[in-house]
Nanobody, 123 residues
Framework: VQLQASGGGLVQAGGSLRLSCAAS????????MGWFRQAPGKEREFVAA????????LYADSVKGRFTISRDNAKNTVYLQMNSLKPEDTAVYYC?????????????????WGQGTQVTVSS
């Protein structure tokens, strides 16, 4: 499956952004989806994941209560609504697709990755 992330940008602390990840090439609804991020000089880290049906979600503690992952299988798209953004949320955000199992934080499980979209939060 091919993944195209979009929606990043520059926002002030406390603001909001919504990221989108459009999928093509295979049956989107067969895949659990995840969002990861990588800040400059740091390793890529898990942000959120959602099951193929949308019934189950998983969040990193650092974003719980501020970010919401959702999906629209009819549009082959997964979203990440980011509210109350902080400067430490600044990173390149990646979407990823996982064909097996349940939503997971484990990066190695994901089969396909998008190209990333930059999110910059100014203080």
């Amino acid at each position: 499956v091919q993944l195209q992330a979009s929606g990043g940008g520059l926002v002030q602390a406390g603001g909001s952004l919504r990221l989108s990840c459009a999928a093509s090439g295979r049956t989107f609804s067969n895949y659990n989806m995840g969002w990861f991020r990588q800040a400059p000089g740091k390793e890529r880290e898990f942000v959120a994941a959602i099951s193929w049906s949308g019934s189950s979600t998983l969040y990193a503690d650092s974003v719980k209560g501020r970010f919401t992952i959702s999906r629209d299988n009819a549009k082959n798209t997964v979203y990440l609504q980011m509210n109350s953004l902080k400067p430490e949320d600044t990173a390149v955000y990646y979407c990823a697709a996982d064909y097996n199992g349940v939503p997971t934080k484990r990066e190695s499980v994901y089969d396909f990755w998008g190209q990333g979209t930059q999110v910059t939060v100014s203080s």
